[in-house]
């Protein structure tokens, strides 16, 4: 178990730049999820896979985000024409869900990516 | 619509006091997770508990103790005995349980400072 891995840890841009931040989960976990956290707040919901389908989104999540998980495996989240509100650290995280015996698994963070728009 | 209130924006105690975060919710759902993590200056959420909703028995892991109160929507975590380590913004945390989706909901955070 090397913990969820995040890329790059921190990216500045400039504003109408597109970004993309990737994250590696943990090996097992069938489930990915990606939170925003602003400065001084708690972290927000984006959106989260089960394997490779996206099985929902937060209005928070503009057009101009979108996020992959092609292979069930890592992830990418992809920022089109960067706006200055985008700057903030964006979480990934893992969790094992058994549909068998209903365990879930707690919610593993990565590091997360750090973007300054400016 | 789901809510979770930490007032305690900024906490700073000495060395070996014990000190308690508060954490009150607001759901209208019958069942959900509370979670409480730990944000070291490193940036990584660091889990330390999740109770369900059906389980109101309070837990106690080493320095940690957590009270968990349906009756008052508060779950509630203490740190006995701090230390300098225990330094860190600490979020509590909610999420409804639908098909094991833990799309948590996090209060603002309390920051904890122990000084020697």
């Known amino acids: 178990d090397t913990g969820v891995s995040q890329n790059p840890r921190h990216k500045i841009t400039k504003r109408g730049q597109n970004v993309t931040f990737r994250c590696d989960p943990i090996?097992?976990?069938?489930?990915l999820y990606w939170y925003r956290q602003t400065l001084g707040q708690g972290p927000e919901f984006l959106t989260y896979?089960?394997?490779?389908?996206?099985?929902?989104k937060s209005r928070l999540l503009s057009d101009r985000f979108s996020a992959e998980r092609p292979k069930g495996s890592f992830s990418t989240l992809e920022i089109q024409r960067t706006e200055q509100g985008d700057s903030a650290m964006y979480l990934c995280?893992?969790?094992?869900?058994?549909?068998?015996?209903?365990?879930?698994?707690?919610?593993?963070f990565g590091n997360g990516t750090r973007l300054t728009v400016t | 619509a789901q809510k979770v209130t930490q007032a305690q924006t900024e906490i700073s105690v000495v060395e070996k006091e014990d000190v308690t975060l508060d954490c009150v919710y607001e759901?209208?759902?019958?069942?959900?997770?509370l979670f409480w993590y730990k944000q070291p200056p490193s940036g990584e959420l660091v889990f330390l508990i999740r109770?369900?909703?059906?389980?109101?028995q309070n837990e106690i892991s080493g320095r940690y103790s957590w009270n968990f109160q349906k009756s008052t929507s508060s779950f509630n975590f203490t740190i006995t005995a701090s230390q300098v380590v225990d330094s860190a913004v600490y979020f509590c945390?909610?999420?409804?349980?639908?098909?094991?989706?833990?799309?948590?909901?996090f209060g603002q955070g309390t920051r904890l400072t122990i000084n020697p």
């Open positions: 945390a909610l999420s409804p349980i639908i098909q094991g989706a833990q799309k948590l909901v």
């Open positions: 896979f089960q394997n490779e389908a996206q099985l929902e």
């Open positions: 759901t209208r759902d019958t069942t959900y997770y």
């Open positions: 090996s097992e976990h069938n489930r």
């Open positions: 995280a893992s969790s094992l869900w058994g549909q068998r015996t209903p365990s879930i698994s707690p919610l593993h």
């Open positions: 109770r369900n909703s059906f389980d109101e």
